[in-house]
């Protein structure tokens, strides 16, 4: 019986179409810029998002180091939320890497940072500060419930930054799961930012990569900087095919990880013994706690482990189940019998 793995979206194989795209791809050196594969996948980002070009990236981290070190200059300040991926799970890179100096404001439970949270930490010209170039904000919002961030938000913000003459990053790694849960367009949720990183590789299962999207000017310069960091690729073309067939194929079926997720949640929070916040289950992303008087959360999680069930443990006691398409309803329904079996 092959295992119910719930730790993330990242886990999805790569379809049947993906695997023969992939195999029959047309390829050449994409240094030179010659990969026809390749450069039809950025057309294609560039299309969806409506920014003047894209550039193909192997992962999400990388999309945002080089999308930040073509916006800010060494000593620059970047504000970005307390609980964003680029300031918790991102290596610091940032600063290592380009000597700029990240700014944290709270994350509110739905993943937004507020206007006057954002208004406190932007820099005057006084000659002890370093200056605010950009603001990066998360959509959907991982550590926030999967949390997405709506359109009127994201023009607020705009609005906020162009006062201010900032310059806005978003990291959407899962920017498709926001577009889909707020049945808005794509290019709609990203036309207020200047920079948006989305994820090939998660919900939308294509085994590798990411994809940067800006203006031309930016991507010129993100193109440079991927060279610099060693992600100028050869026949990366095979890559770009699994991807080309993400974006075509996969997106509507995030509908569905969204529903199982709903349903998933919906059985957790009648367990007694586990605590979860419904109204924050808009996506593909299911945050809950373990507050049970007999049983500890090692014993859970070796609990599901014995039934093939795997979830990962963010914080002590605090579980994150993530939707995808590998996800069965008849899983679902077998991930809360187990827990309920464990818990009653
Ligand atoms: C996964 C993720 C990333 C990074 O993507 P990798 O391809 O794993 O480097 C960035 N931001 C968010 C919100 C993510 O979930």
Do not use: W
């Amino acid at each position: 019986m092959p295992s119910i793995d719930l730790r993330s979206d990242t886990v999805t194989q790569p379809t049947e179409a993906m695997r023969s795209a992939m195999a029959e791809a047309q390829v050449g050196d994409d240094v030179f810029g010659e990969d026809p594969t390749l450069n039809n996948l950025e057309a294609m980002a560039a299309r969806k998002t409506e920014k003047e070009a894209a550039i193909f990236v192997p992962s999400g981290t990388m999309g945002n180091l080089i999308s930040i070190l073509a916006h800010c200059a060494r000593g620059d300040e970047v504000i970005l939320g307390d609980r964003s991926h680029i300031f918790l799970n991102e290596v610091g890179g940032m600063s290592a890497l380009g000597g700029i100096h990240p700014h944290i404001v709270p994350n509110n439970d739905d993943g937004t940072l507020a206007l006057d949270a954002l208004e406190k930490v932007v820099r005057h010209t006084d000659i002890h500060y370093p200056p605010t170039r950009i603001i990066c904000l998360e959509n959907t919002h991982n550590y926030c419930q999967g949390a997405p961030l709506p359109l009127g938000y994201m023009r607020e913000v705009a609005g906020f930054a162009k006062k201010h003459s900032l310059g806005i990053h978003l990291d959407g790694a899962r920017i498709f799961n926001a577009a889909v849960a707020l049945n808005v367009d794509v290019a709609s949720l990203v036309q207020h930012v200047d920079s948006v990183m989305f994820c090939l590789s998660k919900g939308l299962s294509a085994p590798v990569g990411s994809l940067v999207c800006g203006t031309k000017q930016f991507i010129l310069k993100a193109r440079k900087l991927r060279k610099m960091v060693g992600g100028g690729m050869r026949q990366a073309g095979h890559l770009a095919a699994a991807g080309r067939v993400a974006l075509e194929n996969q997106i509507e079926p995030l509908k569905k990880d969204h529903q199982l997720a709903r349903q998933l949640a919906q059985g957790l929070a009648d367990i007694t013994g586990l605590e979860l916040n419904l109204e924050q289950v808009k996506t593909n992303i299911i945050f809950f706690k373990l507050n049970h008087p007999k049983v500890e959360p090692e014993a859970f999680l070796s609990h599901l482990e014995s039934e093939k069930i795997k979830i990962l443990m963010i914080d002590p006691a605090v579980f994150r189940a993530v939707l995808h398409r590998e996800i069965s309803q008849e899983q679902i329904v077998k991930v809360l019998s187990v827990c309920r079996a464990c818990l009653d």
